[in-house]
């Protein structure tokens, strides 16, 4: 049993306490009836399937796996699938319920689901990846469809891993089902611009908040910590558009040059070496002391719960852009009002990525696919409306943005309830 210290950090970082924290001061604010804050805050299902699997070497080996659908009175349950060693029911349940927000925030038809895998991946073969993926999609698919539950990747997770799940389910149906799963390679159904979407939609958030403090990206330094989908894309179009990235964290180090890092050129050394360390055109610093650079932007886009209690007073950001998912603990919320940065949720900043989603699924059901210039379009008008319904709702309800965001989405999530009723 943990005492004291220990299980103060360990409640601040369970990621379910987290979201239990943010629900209910958005519910409590917003006045929800308690009948339907119990429906909002259980999720509708949680299903737990262990995994045999024949190992490259002929041992026979158990994996746990988990789905959570945490609500759909909007539509489907939608939400990646995680493969990682320290995956929890606790993290699958958190995530699942912060895409039901999410969805909701971007006004997307929707509701909320996650999915884990308790495994290595790096110490996987491929064949091994494959066979816990077409194992993991057969014990769960009674309950995962186009019109039910549509996955798509998360860490440790990939478009092969979709193409492996899309084809499984699809030998199941005996037809060919590309909108089960988002995230898919282009030509298996995938959606020009997934891979950039959630990047994208960081980018655009950022630049509504820069016109918001009349900020100029010429004028704005971005930290951003981890360097793969969400953090490169974000930092590549960013950079694009202006903006001078002046460090990049990464797992193993950090590379910072106050004139702007080359972001292409540090792809590049990346994808030769393996690694951002020992970028010849950046210097190296303190990884634990990056985060606290003086910057205008800090984009967090590698796991949760980096900004704790024990350091998100010695962040020196004016806005703070959640890229990943829950980067920020509950009880850090009240620091960074405190110090009165400007937070961009991770329900809003990271949602381009299940719109593009959404529009994969629509194209699937469609068959007919549209060209980049309409998704990147399409995406940069639900994420800038998204911005300001969300920044309009904390400025007239005076609360934070988080807050905001999810009271916007409590109240949308709770309006399909009472439409729909509670079936009985
Ligand atoms: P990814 O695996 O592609 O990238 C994560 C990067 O972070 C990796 O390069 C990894 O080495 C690095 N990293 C890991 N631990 C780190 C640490 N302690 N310090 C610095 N860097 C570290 O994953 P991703 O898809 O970019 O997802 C990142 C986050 O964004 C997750 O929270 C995920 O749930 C969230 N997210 C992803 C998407 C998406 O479309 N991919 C959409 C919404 C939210």
Redesign the pocket.
Same mark, same amino acid.
């Given at each position: 049993m943990l005492v004291g210290t220990a299980a103060l950090h360990e409640n601040e970082t369970n990621p379910w306490l987290s979201a239990e924290a943010r629900f209910d001061a958005a519910a409590t604010r917003l006045g929800l009836d308690d009948g339907i804050c119990k429906v909002l805050r259980s999720p509708s299902r949680e299903i737990t399937v262990h995994i045999p699997v024949v190992l490259d070497d002929g041992r026979i080996e158990v994996f746990t796996g988990y789905r959570v659908q945490h609500n759909i009175a909007r539509g489907p349950a939608k939400g990646?699938i995680?493969y990682a060693p320290d995956v929890t029911l606790d993290e699958v349940r958190a995530?699942a319920s912060w895409m039901t927000w999410k969805c909701a925030v971007v006004n997307i038809p929707f509701g909320g689901g996650k999915g884990g895998v308790i495994c290595d991946p790096p110490l996987m073969s491929q064949s091994e990846l494959e066979r816990i993926t077409r194992r993991y999609t057969a014990e769960i698919i009674d309950f995962i469809g186009p019109e039910r539950d549509v996955p798509?990747? *998360?860490? @440790?997770t990939n478009e092969q891993t979709m193409a492996w799940i899309m084809d499984t389910y699809s030998m199941h149906q005996r037809h060919t089902t590309t909108a089960v799963v988002t995230?898919k390679p282009l030509n298996l159904g995938g959606s020009r611009g997934r891979p950039e979407?959630?990047g994208r939609g960081c980018l655009i958030v950022t630049q509504q908040a820069l016109r918001r403090f009349g900020l100029d990206p010429s004028n704005t330094r971005v930290v951003v910590?981890?360097? %793969?989908? /969400? %953090? %490169?894309m974000a930092a590549k179009l960013m950079a694009r558009a202006g903006f001078k990235i002046i460090c990049v964290?990464?797992?193993d180090g950090a590379v910072y040059n106050k004139n702007g890092l080359d972001i292409p050129a540090l792809m590049e050394h990346r994808k030769e070496t393996g690694s951002i360390t020992g970028f010849p055109e950046g210097e190296a610093i303190d990884?634990e002391q990056a985060l606290f650079l003086e910057c205008e932007v800090l984009l967090p886009?590698?796991?949760?719960n /980096?900004i704790t209690s024990a350091n998100a007073d010695r962040l020196r950001c004016k806005i703070l852009c959640e890229?990943?998912?829950?980067?920020v603990t509950h009880v850090a919320d009240a620091i960074l009002q405190d110090k009165k940065i400007f937070v961009i949720p *991770?329900i809003l900043a @990271?949602?381009? %990525? /299940?719109t593009v989603s959404y529009f994969e699924w629509v194209q699937d059901r469609q068959g007919y696919f549209w060209n980049e210039q309409l998704v990147n379009g399409r995406l940069e008008e639900i994420m800038v409306n998204s911005f300001r319904d969300v920044v309009g709702y904390a400025d007239k309800h005076e609360v934070n943005n988080r807050i905001a965001a999810y009271m916007l989405a409590l109240d949308r999530v709770a309006f399909a309830i009472k439409l729909r009723g509670i079936y009985a």
């Open positions: 990646g995680r995530l798509a990747p *998360d860490m @440790n995230g979407a959630t910590q981890g360097f %793969g989908n /969400v %953090g %490169g964290i990464e797992y990884r886009a590698a796991k949760e /980096v890229g990943a998912n829950g980067p *991770d @990271n949602a381009g %990525g /299940v």
